[in-house]
């Protein structure tokens, strides 16, 4: 299983609309990276509302791919953290640091095309 | 495997990025009905770009489904439809009567606005 990738302007758009085992995680990291240098993206939103649970591994690879992303020049806005997926990430000190985040989708899209703006 | 559908303001898009099989193009039949339901979307964006190929029981799936999205009040712009596959359609007599094409997500998106804005 693999995750579409949305281009939309200037942006990617990924929806996680399941728990993602490990092999597809993985496989999501690389596809999103390719997809970056390939349409020469410059922001990514990641929605994860449908994201009940995040374990130790998922959370490592979301940390990851975000750190990855903008060393590769796009801007990363999550959106649609679960109270649960919260917890999760401060309590194993995944702090995803300078990234941006909001409610949902739509949101995420107009908070990344305000940082783009700049 | 299902496939994520991404709502965006009063649209919804899904962006089909492997070869789907049976199982996948049913539950994506259901899942996309569903969700005009909980949504009220007043559009859809069907974006086939990665598709090669297409064979008569997904193309009837693809035909229904955007019947079916019309008969609950949501217009469908099918997009990126490859040469391979609008010859698939035209010879398995899927007229895909009154859809709307585009060539990419992009230009469907603004297509989608443009006639729900009439």
């Given at each position: ?6 281009k ?30 390939e349409t020469?993206a ?77």
């Open positions: 299983m693999r995750i579409p990738i949305l939309l302007y200037e942006c990617l758009l990924v929806s996680i609309q399941w728990e993602l085992d490990d092999q597809t995680a993985l496989q999501f990291q690389e596809d999103l990276l390719h997809k970056i240098h020469n410059r922001g990514v939103v990641i929605d994860i509302t449908s994201i009940d649970f995040i374990d130790s591994f998922i959370a490592k690879v979301l940390g990851d791919v975000i750190e990855m992303s903008k060393l590769m020049g796009a801007k990363v806005v999550v959106t649609g953290i679960r109270p649960a997926v919260a917890i999760t990430l401060i309590e194993l000190g995944i702090r995803l640091e300078d990234v941006s985040t909001a409610l949902d989708l739509e949101k995420g899209l107009e908070k990344l095309q305000q940082e783009l703006g700049d």
